[in-house]
């Protein structure tokens, strides 16, 4: 499985944007897709996590409803559209996927990871 993100940018606080990663190779090892984060000076830390048949989703307090997960199974492609975007939203942003069908937001759960994608917001 290989984990390609795109979308991350430099923006101001309050301004939106919309991740993206495009899965490929046997996508059917995994049953769940997630999006953790890195900030400067920071540990990984989960963001949201996707169950990828149902579309059912977990969000860390940090980021509950501002952002939204959300998966296209037809193009492999999980997003995260990300709202009210604030400073301490700065970080880079990993895709990742796992292969058991339990929802998580810990990084030790997770089997297959993107390279990143770097969103700085500033204030």
């Known amino acids: 499985v290989q984990l390609l993100e795109s979308g991350g940018e430099a923006v101001q606080a309050g301004w939106c944007l919309i991740l993206?990663?495009?899965?490929?190779?046997?996508?059917?090892?995994?049953?769940?897709m997630g999006w953790l984060r890195k900030g400067p000076g920071e540990e990984l830390e989960g963001g949201a996590s996707i169950y990828i048949a149902s579309g059912t989703s977990y969000y860390a307090d940090s980021v509950q409803g501002r952002f939204t997960i959300s998966r296209d199974n037809a193009k492999n492609t999980l997003y995260l559209q990300m709202n009210s975007l604030k400073p301490e939203d700065t970080a880079m942003y990993y895709c990742?996927?796992?292969?058991?069908?339990?929802?998580?937001?810990?990084?030790?759960?997770?089997?297959?990871w993107g390279q990143g994608t770097q969103v700085t917001v500033s204030s």
């Open positions: 993206s990663c495009a899965a490929s190779g046997y996508t059917l090892k995994y049953k769940v």
């Open positions: 990742a996927a796992k292969a058991s069908a339990i929802l998580s937001l810990k990084e030790a759960n997770y089997n297959y």
